[in-house]
């Protein structure tokens, strides 16, 4: 990368832990975390972290930031119980930077929310994810696109508890807020679709299934900008497996729930 060079110079004219430094040290880390180098990553991110809390204090919201990037390596290793550490830290910093209801501090909730999903602590996901949800309706209304991923999130939370009917309410209210904020065939529309057909048929319906698989399906054929995208051949299987022997794999789940990064 060439930011090791630059990192050499500077270090040479300034110091080990000039507060310039930490810029310099969060690239680079980041550049290892961008090629799933998470061992560097982490190094360089740690350096920077020691720069900002001797020269910033733990309080400030680039401490907080740091601390963030730390817990997104611990989470794509699955190190949950690490990442929990770092995301708590970054969201008592940010919530006291910001105030209780910014909607820097409605994101860090939903992060917590997904966090303790992961962790299959269901009831702590939901009390995340209430807050996040007051925040940001007390803020936007129905007129904001987190709306559509914190409903979306709740829905999942829901579901893997096992609370079908309220999962189900929550994926047609971030249905509705999807539809109304981009029109009925934007992508985000689609995702809210597979996440209810996914639903009827984990609860069995399979007639609703299908037909939110065809929806799905529909809107991915006309947004896509190519034919052969590997998405629609993908739902396309699952319809195919349903329509065979009312079992399918679950090919999208990463539509069900993908970590909001703040």
């Given at each position: ?5 630059i990192?050499k ?15 310099n ?7 290892y975390?961008?090629l799933?180098?998470y ?8 350096k920077?972290?020691?720069?900002r809390?001797k ?15 730390i ?11 690490y990442?929990l ?6 969201h008592?910093?940010v ?5 209780k ?9 939903l ?12 009831d702590?996901?939901?009390g ?15 007129k ?11 829905g ?7 609370q079908?009917?309220?999962a ?11 539809e109304s904020?981009?029109g ?8 809210s ?6 639903l009827?048929f984990?609860i ?7 037909a ?6 529909q809107?991915?054929r006309?947004t896509?900008k ?8 993908r739902?396309?299987v ?9 079992s ?15």
């Amino acid at each position: 990368t060439n930011a090791l060079p630059i990192l050499k110079i500077m270090t040479h004219c300034y110091g080990p832990d000039h507060p310039n430094l930490a810029i310099n040290y969060s690239e680079i880390g980041y550049a290892y975390f961008e090629l799933n180098q998470y061992t560097e990553a982490l190094s360089y991110y740690r350096k920077a972290l020691d720069i900002r809390r001797k020269h910033l204090g733990e309080n400030h919201i680039k401490t907080a930031w740091t601390y963030d990037s730390i817990r997104k390596i611990y989470h794509q290793q699955r190190l949950y119980h690490y990442e929990l550490e770092y995301l708590k830290k970054c969201h008592k910093i940010v919530k006291s930077w910001y105030g209780k209801d910014h909607p820097q501090v409605a994101d860090s909730y939903l992060n917590l929310g997904c966090l303790y999903d992961d962790l299959q602590e269901y009831d702590k996901a939901i009390g995340k994810l209430e807050k996040a949800l007051a925040i940001l309706e007390a803020r936007y209304g129905d007129k904001n696109s987190k709306l559509v991923y914190a409903h979306k999130i709740m829905g999942v939370v829901l579901k893997n508890k096992g609370q079908y009917q309220k999962a189900l309410k929550c994926y047609h209210k971030g249905l509705q807020i999807a539809e109304s904020l981009f029109g009925v065939k934007h992508i985000d529309v689609a995702g809210s679709l597979y996440n209810i057909s996914n639903l009827f048929f984990l609860i069995k319906h399979q007639k609703e299934d299908q037909a939110y698989l065809q929806k799905t399906l529909q809107i991915y054929r006309t947004t896509s900008k190519t034919p052969n995208n590997a998405r629609i051949s993908r739902y396309q299987v699952v319809l195919a497996e349903t329509d065979k022997s009312n079992s399918r794999c679950v090919y999208l789940s990463d539509y069900e729930k993908s970590l909001f990064y703040t």
